[in-house]
């Protein structure tokens, strides 16, 4: 192949929608090559050599963080890497129309893409292109490659979305959320969307309900399961024999998550975790149900063309539309139900940033809206939010409900902070719980609930050698990097002590344990019996970003953090917990990382909660 060759058919699908020109090229100053990946930070504040400058994914104003940051340092940027697509490595085997696909559906590709795609890592490097069925994309593991990506995504970044669920919303003909939306539509939104959850000022005023919803979710725990007196453990100090049996965590935590959305998006109570305590039926279970099973259909539609298994009217075509619209029937009588209350609210109630309410009321006061928009922005961050929160929950309990040491050190670093205190863990209290948090960015690493990145760019890059052209899509799969032994030393080994850090105390006191900042190169030290395992490094961290970074990174990442960090630190705080399950649980790739089977635990109640 001729040195430099490059398609020029975009690889964007029909289906997805183009940026029109005048918007693409407003922004086409924002393509320009980030300075030299592997090099030392400039700012002074790098002391990894492995890691550059950060994206802050944080930043309420993200879009313009990300824009400063690159327009800062514009070169001229060219692609001229040598070789081009048609060389980039790719499986045998590949078949006109087909691809790879019987190749892939003999691995079990549906539930197990995460598998594949890191055997095809192994086989064919750092990247690879490969088509399966309709979906051909290349695919990059090096995290290098992945920051150069991200900083080159431009002003309105774009994602991959599922075809069938645009064709589902083209026929449905109904507005969707955040996730569907590109150029200035996204933006305008997501500017407002970025005030109301990742402003700094927006999630201290929803602590309070984060805390009361835990309460009320362990209150429901032991009135299903009236705390048991089981024969007390010789010599184990804390636990007093007294336990609860959990058959299903993620069941109970979906619950959890979406009463816990409920009081951030609405400011109201769903009624959730009724069926909790009554083991009863419920809109929730249907809920789950539902988008269980939109996610799984989605994943073969993925492989398979949807418009053609719609003419077909194929059996998961069916099973993909009646999901679906239950899911959003019954997300929309959530809504409907709350926006009925903030309907009444008075006005001076109505803006979140001003202390008041709740999301959904702000959206309302703005008047930029029409109630059918306002539903699919709030149905969006419904939806978003209770599968993502009650997967990593559920793994973070699997986890840690596996591993006493972690637990320990938890449990002594909330009795630390909080000590006594029986009300409410307070926002400034959660900042100095640095193992809590490290808890959660570990499960994240070896579980990341989205199992891949995706971009098209607007400019042609050059990755490894390779030009990878414009609307290209560029998948970034986050298992195979988060366990990357390349990355991670012990990738596989849940070793939360790798995202910390220790400072010697200059007023003489105990050393300082802080949060790392993201390098995970051990540098060559044992992980497992150090606290200075992440040393050094300043910046976010590539290969494992289970939020994304950039302008178009989770929009609700700090609620995320905020709820599985107090979760995590309050029923450990309360509870030994012990995973009872029987054996290793693996992966279901249902679009998220879910486990395969139920996670049981049990929790013991501790002495001194
Ligand atoms: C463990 C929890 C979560 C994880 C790991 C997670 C991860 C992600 C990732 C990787 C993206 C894609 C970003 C991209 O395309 O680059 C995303 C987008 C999104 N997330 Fe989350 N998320 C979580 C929780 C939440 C919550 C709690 C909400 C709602 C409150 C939410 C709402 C959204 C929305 C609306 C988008 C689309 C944003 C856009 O297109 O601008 N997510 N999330």
Known sequence: MARGFRLTTPRLSSQQSFIPARVASSHAAAQVLVPSVGKAAGDGTSRCPHLQREVSTLSFAMDEVIMADTVSKVTNHRVNSG????????????????????????????????????????????????KLGKLEAVYIFDPQDVQRVFMREGRHPRHVIPEAWLLHREITDKPRGLFFMDGEEWLSRR?????????????????????????????HWTNRSPVSTTAAPPNTGDPTGQSITINNIQEDVFNWSIECVGTVLFNQRLGCLASIAEDTASDTEAFVQAIQDTFRTTMVLTLFPPKLARALSLPVW???????????????????????AVLQRPESETDVSEGKPDVCSSLMALQRYDLDEVAALTADLFSGAAHTISNALAWAFYLVGQDQRVQDKIYEEVQRVVGSETGAITPDMLKEMVYVKAVIRETLRLYPIVPFHTRYLYEDISIQGYTVPANTLIMM?????????????????????????????????????????????????????????????????????????????????????????????????????????????????????????????RLELRDSP
């Open 191 to 219: 500017r407002v969307i970025n005030q109301l959850l990742l402003h700094p000022r927006a999630l201290p005023h929803f602590s309070q309900r984060i805390n009361d919803t835990i309460n009320d979710l362990i209150k």
């Open 318 to 340: 069916w099973k993909f539309v009646r999901s679906m619209d239950t899911s959003l029937t019954i997300a929309r009588r959530f809504i409907d139900n709350s926006m009925k």
């Open 477 to 601: 799969p986050t298992y195979s990097m988060g366990r990357d032994e390349k990355t991670f030393a012990q990738a596989d080994k849940f070793l939360p002590e790798r995202w910390l850090r220790k400072r010697s105390n200059k007023a003489g006191g105990n050393d300082v344990i802080s949060e790392g900042n993201g390098c995970p190169f051990n540098h060559g030290k044992d992980v497992s019996s150090s606290t200075d395992t992440a040393t050094g490094g300043t910046n976010v961290n590539y290969a494992t970003i289970p939020f994304a970074v950039g302008a178009r990174a989770c929009v609700g990442r700090r609620l995320a953090e905020t709820e599985m960090h107090l979760m995590l630190a309050k029923v450990i705080k309360q509870f030994r917990v012990k995973y009872t399950g029987d054996g290793p649980v693996g992966i279901d790739l249902r679009m998220i990382t879910a486990p395969k089977d139920p996670i049981k635990l």
């Open 83 to 130: 070789r081009g697509y048609e060389d980039i490595p790719r499986p045998k085997g590949s078949i006109p129309f087909m691809g790879t696909w019987i190749d892939a559906l003999r691995h079990g590709v549906v539930t197990r893409v995460h598998e594949y795609v890191d055997m095809r890592y192994k086989q064919l490097g750092p990247i690879y292109r490969e």
